[in-house]
């Protein structure tokens, strides 16, 4: 849910006078590969009559039938919410359970989709669970791994029985010193997904392994090649020729840092499927892409389901006459939910995004054609560069987190030239953004809508794909040669 939602809920649930309370809300589903999520978008609270607040609350049919026809009119999933006077996550009381296994078979009947009930305690930590349908008749409870509050912050509350917390050693000693086991429990639990695994991906990656989280999803489609043995953190000549996911999953599970690290390689677009399914498995996303269309997809996702995205991109120019460099500048921010997206910060153009999914970008005669300062055609970075953007953004997933002396900041940007860090930018969506005002909790009907064909991503899976084949054959013919050889050898 955004912070938003949340103010309302606990503005109603959590009460001065310590009575529990109810309400419902509203949500689309969210589906990745290995996690669904329902995206929380509206809010139905009772009025006067709707419900009675004392001892074990209860509510009036005339709400429910309010609720259920709201849902029906616009495709809604039902959650059934209400507050318990103790802080803490909170578990299901015998009445609780009773009145969710009513509602079940109800809710699944108007909506088509399963009933989410919710609890509050007084110091807003929340519990989730979904009722799914086995049989025609049983309904059983799912827990949730986490409820997820996103806006200027993002604060996670996790069900440490279906997601336990990890045991930190000596190795993360001067990590946890700095802010304390509730905070590292909390990071390390996030699932972090990082789309683009070049110069400035794979320092991020790096960053986040060392920063204790233990779910990491890699998303990228490129193959490891000559020109990016400049600027790929701890990517070797050998490694030409493999998906620099790969290359990076290998090189991380080697650490032996985190005992219960988990990688998701990706070797997809974030505009395919796998890609797609991949990022709503994820908390938070990093998108460290250079083109267009992916920036575009990357920030109508966020919107969609919820899902910060911390963003950033390095321009740098040399002199005309490549004597030295004449500019360089590095700008990260964190879009999502209360905050700017992508398009009004200006970091694409939608007629770019437009341009590459015409297909014309794969058009030899047309890229040709293309001016010299064409997003296509540029691509001047040096390695420094990336380490101190790669840098601003993990500063923006802490403070994202962490909140120090509650100060979530917005854009900054590095100016090279003068080496001041720039943060007087605008930090909200204009009044008629299509994507924060259009696309909010949106998930899955705007999530297959962004699914498209890449023909780029296509081509080097089947040239990895080749690439193994010849390498396997040419084993052979070599196994085959020194046998022949050794049979003459004597
Ligand atoms: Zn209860
Ligand atoms: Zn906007």
Same mark, same amino acid.
């Given at each position: 849910?955004?912070?938003?939602?949340?103010?309302?809920?606990?503005?109603?649930?959590?009460?001065?006078?310590?009575?529990?309370?109810?309400?419902?809300?509203?949500?689309?589903?969210?589906?990745?590969?290995?996690?669904?999520?329902?995206?929380?978008?509206?809010?139905?609270?009772?009025?006067?009559?709707?419900?009675?607040?004392?001892?074990?609350?209860?509510?009036n049919s005339a709400y429910f039938d309010k609720v259920t026809s709201y849902a029906l009119a616009n495709n809604f999933g039902i959650c059934f919410i209400h507050s318990h006077p103790y802080p803490g996550w909170q578990g299901m009381s015998f009445d609780d359970i009773?009145?969710?296994?009513?509602?079940?078979?109800?809710?699944?009947?108007?909506?088509?989709?399963?009933?989410?009930?919710?609890?509050?305690?007084?110091?807003?930590?929340?519990?989730?669970?979904?009722?799914?349908?086995?049989?025609?008749?049983?309904?059983?409870?799912?827990?949730?791994?986490?409820?997820?509050?996103?806006?200027?912050?993002?604060?996670?509350?996790?069900?440490?029985?279906?997601?336990?917390?990890?045991?930190?050693?000596?190795?993360?000693?001067?990590?946890?010193?700095?802010?304390?086991?509730?905070?590292?429990?909390?990071?390390?639990?996030?699932?972090?997904?990082?789309?683009?695994?070049?110069?400035?991906?794979?320092?991020?990656?790096?960053?986040?392994?060392?920063?204790?989280?233990?779910?990491?999803?890699?998303?990228?489609?490129?193959?490891?090649?000559?020109?990016?043995?400049?600027?790929?953190? %701890?990517?070797?000549?050998? &490694? $030409?020729?493999?998906?620099? !996911? +790969?290359?990076?999953?290998? *090189?991380?599970?080697?650490?032996? /840092?985190?005992?219960?690290?988990?990688?998701?390689?990706?070797?997809?677009?974030?505009?395919?499927?796998?890609?797609?399914? %991949?990022?709503?498995?994820? &908390? $938070?996303?990093?998108?460290? !892409? +250079?083109?267009?269309?992916? *920036?575009?997809?990357?920030?109508? /996702?966020?919107?969609?389901?919820?899902?910060?995205?911390?963003?950033?991109?390095?321009?740098?120019?040399?002199?005309?006459?490549?004597?030295?460099?004449?500019?360089?500048?590095?700008?990260?921010?964190?879009?999502?939910?209360? *905050?700017?997206?992508?398009?009004? /910060?200006?970091?694409?153009?939608?007629?770019?995004?437009?341009?590459?999914?015409?297909?014309?970008?794969?058009?030899?005669?047309?890229?040709?054609?293309?001016?010299?300062?064409?997003?296509?055609?540029?691509?001047?970075?040096?390695?420094?560069?990336?380490?101190? /953007?790669?840098?601003?953004?993990?500063?923006?997933?802490?403070?994202?987190?962490?909140?120090?002396?509650?100060?979530?900041?917005?854009?900054?940007?590095?100016?090279?030239?003068?080496?001041?860090?720039?943060?007087?930018?605008?930090?909200?969506?204009?009044?008629?953004?299509?994507?924060?005002?259009?696309?909010?909790?949106?998930?899955?009907?705007?999530?297959?809508?962004?699914?498209?064909?890449?023909?780029?991503?296509?081509?080097?899976?089947?040239?990895?794909?080749?690439?193994?084949?010849?390498?396997?054959?040419?084993?052979?013919?070599?196994?085959?040669?020194?046998?022949?050889?050794?049979?003459?050898?004597?």
């Open positions: 849910m955004t912070e938003n939602v949340n103010r309302i809920f606990f503005e109603h649930l959590i009460r001065e006078d310590g009575q529990e309370d109810l309400c419902f809300a509203f949500y689309k589903l969210s589906s990745g590969k290995s996690r669904k999520t329902g995206v929380i978008n509206e809010v139905i609270l009772p009025e006067f009559g709707d419900r009675n607040v004392h001892g074990n609350v209860s509510f009773e009145a969710e296994k009513m509602l079940a078979p109800r809710v699944k009947a108007v909506t088509g989709l399963p009933l989410v009930g919710m609890t509050i305690g007084t110091d807003n930590y929340w519990s989730a669970r979904f009722w799914i349908k086995e049989t025609p008749n049983t309904y059983e409870r799912y827990w949730c791994e986490s409820v997820r509050v996103v806006g200027k912050s993002l604060k996670t509350y996790f069900c440490d029985d279906i997601f336990p917390k990890s045991n930190f050693g000596e190795e993360f000693k001067r990590t946890i010193s700095s802010w304390g086991d509730l905070k590292q429990h909390e990071i390390s639990r996030l699932k972090i997904g990082i789309v683009g695994l070049g110069s400035v991906g794979s320092i991020v990656a790096e960053a986040i392994i060392r920063t204790g989280i233990r779910n990491l999803t890699l998303i990228d489609f490129d193959l490891v090649e000559l020109k990016n043995l400049d600027r790929l953190l %701890a990517i070797n000549r050998v &490694d $030409i020729g493999k998906f620099k !996911v +790969d290359v990076q999953k290998e *090189r991380f599970l080697k650490t032996e /840092l985190i005992s219960d690290l988990s990688i998701n390689a990706v070797p997809y677009s974030i505009t395919e499927k796998e890609g797609q399914e %991949a990022a709503l498995d994820c &908390d $938070i996303l990093f998108s460290c !892409v +250079d083109m267009p269309l992916p *920036r575009y997809a990357l920030d109508c /996702l966020s919107f969609a389901n919820l899902i910060p995205v911390i963003d950033g991109g390095i321009d740098t120019n040399p002199k005309d006459d490549l004597s030295n460099i004449d500019q360089a500048r590095w700008k990260t921010h964190t879009i999502g939910p209360e *905050r700017i997206c992508m398009q009004c /910060l200006g970091q694409y153009k939608p007629e770019d995004a437009a341009l590459e999914i015409s297909g014309e970008l794969d058009n030899p005669n047309y890229i040709k054609g293309l001016p010299k300062n064409h997003f296509i055609n540029r691509g001047e970075n040096v390695f420094g560069f990336s380490l101190s /953007l790669a840098g601003m953004e993990i500063q923006q997933f802490l403070s994202l987190i962490l909140k120090p002396r509650g100060i979530n900041y917005g854009p900054k940007e590095m100016d090279f030239n003068t080496g001041n860090i720039d943060f007087d930018f605008e930090n909200e969506c204009r009044q008629d953004c299509a994507i924060s005002q259009g696309l909010l909790g949106c998930a899955d009907e705007l999530n297959k809508t962004l699914i498209i064909k890449h023909l780029g991503a296509e081509n080097n899976r089947m040239k990895h794909e080749n690439s193994i084949v010849n390498k396997k054959n040419k084993g052979f013919y070599t196994f085959f040669k020194e046998s022949i050889n050794s049979l003459f050898s004597f």
